[in-house]
């Protein structure tokens, strides 16, 4: 196997996080396992580093995009050639990461996204949320070119091109569907495997139904103005410091 690390950002995610690594050792026992504890006021990073994970220890909260940021420079630092994506909550079910691993090869592509949206998939949410995830998937699918079903799935494998890229240039505040964006106007590819989603092992999600309206304007905005924007390349098309 290439040399690989999951990734799992963490805020006050304690009594989630210990189980999460646990699974992903048990399913992927070769691969290093790096916690990024992003500014948790609990007992995040102590349980992590009790299950034997690496910690990145944020001193504030940079929230999603920063904290996978940090994650990325790190396996870009230390040689990863593949970096996994996982939610410390538990909702990602580990034993599919070898979905995404599979593709990664197979597929050629140098991100492979986990939907929920693809084959028999339960996965069930609010109708404000479905219909954003509708709304971000028409557009981004019209903005690469081919469709992209779940656009927001924080669920995902990168290869060594997509590590450096984001280890240098990644979107802040609600990544995962600018992500999408960045890849393609970079020259790099993608692909979606169909995934389950499950519940939260503990607590509940940040984003309510207000936030929801105010996530979807802001993020639909941030893509808009992606279009512009020029990746952070150098003169030798390498990314930026």
Known sequence: ????????????????????????KQFLPDANVLVVND???????ETAKGKG??????????????????????????GYEVAIQVDGD?????????????ALEEKAVDLVIGSRFIGDSEFKSSMMRRIGILIFSKVISWIVGHPITDPTSGFRAANRKAIELFAFDYPQDYPEPEVLVLIHKCGLKMAEVPIGMSKRYAGESSITKMRS???????????????????RLDSGGKYAT
């Open 53 to 78: 994970a690496i910690v990145l220890d944020l001193p504030f909260n940079l929230g999603i995009g920063g904290a996978m940021q940090a994650g990325y420079w790190y396996a870009f630092e230390k």
């Open 213 to 231: 309206v105010y996530y979807m304007t802001k993020v639909l905005l941030a893509i808009l103005v992606d279009c512009f924007k020029k990746p």
């Open 1 to 24: 196997m290439n040399k690989v690390i999951v990734i799992i950002p963490a805020f006050n995610e304690e009594a989630s996080v210990g189980k999460v690594i646990t699974e992903v």
């Open 90 to 102: 538990g909702q990602h079910d580990p034993k599919e990461i070898f979905k995404l691993l599979k």
């Open 39 to 45: 500014g948790s006021s609990d007992r995040t990073s």
